[in-house]
């Protein structure tokens, strides 16, 4: 399909293990959003990348989030040593040279026991 | 900073009802505004956009206007089906061009035969 990827779809894991979520953006899409959707917090802006530029990472919620973006196409976001407040559902964007507007995937639902 | 705020919900109307969902934003300049569908377990779409001020946006009967008086962007629709019940975000860009969205807290609408 020609829309954003995301996957897994859904991912269950144990406290305190690493897990690593997918984006597959949309071809030719130069810019690559990060946001966690969660009960309390409503939709929060993690991580975004920008064509070959710096990510800005100021929304990144502690150090144990990171993200990369190879070849500037697909990215994968990582948390390590995950917690309970870690679970939402992580919601990826993607969106072309110039600015708005942005496509979402489906997101990858994260639940943490 | 720029933010959005959107009337909470849940919001329940009978079908053929008028819908209206309040959202308002504080922002430096003219900023692009837009607001977002997100249909159960599926990633946010986006509805409608308007980029300058008096722009009305409209997209499958829903429409929103551009009102930089009183700094609103409400969405509207006259006559609400079944198919419309999701859960509605008001959104704005941080800065022009490839920037993080800032999302209102999102609106529930039900709508019942």
């Known amino acids: 399909g020609a829309g954003v990827s995301q996957s897994p779809s859904n991912k269950v894991t144990e406290k305190g293990k690493d897990v690593e979520l997918r984006c597959d953006p949309i071809?030719?899409?130069?810019?690559l959003y990060w946001y966690r959707q969660s009960l309390g917090q409503g939709l929060e802006f993690l991580i975004y990348?920008?064509?070959?530029?710096?990510?800005?990472k100021s929304g990144l919620p502690s150090d144990r989030f990171s993200a990369e973006r190879t070849g500037g196409s697909v990215s994968t976001l990582t948390i390590q040593r995950t917690q309970q407040e870690d679970s939402a559902v992580y919601l990826c964007?993607?969106?072309?040279?110039?600015?708005?507007?942005?496509?979402f995937g489906d997101g990858t639902r994260l639940s943490i026991l | 900073g720029d933010s959005v705020t959107q009337m909470e919900g849940p919001v329940t109307l009978s079908e053929e009802a008028f819908l209206t969902i309040n959202c308002t934003y504080t922002?430096?300049?003219?900023?692009?505004l837009f607001w977002y569908v997100q249909y159960p377990g599926e990633g946010l779409q986006l509805l409608l956009k308007?980029?300058?001020?008096?722009d009305k946006g409209s997209n499958k009967g829903f429409e929103a206007t551009y009102r930089k008086e009183t700094t609103s962007f409400h969405l509207e629709k006259g006559s609400v089906q079944v198919s419309d019940s999701a859960v509605y975000f008001c959104?704005?860009?941080?800065?022009?061009?490839?920037?993080?969205?800032?999302f209102g807290k999102g609106t529930r609408l039900s709508v019942i035969a």
């Open positions: 990348f920008q064509g070959n530029s710096a990510p800005d």
């Open positions: 308007a980029t300058k001020a008096d």
């Open positions: 959104a704005l860009p941080v800065a022009s061009g490839n920037t993080p969205l800032v």
């Open positions: 964007a993607s969106s072309p040279t110039g600015g708005q507007p942005q496509h």
């Open positions: 071809s030719g899409h130069t810019a």
């Open positions: 922002a430096t300049g003219y900023p692009s």
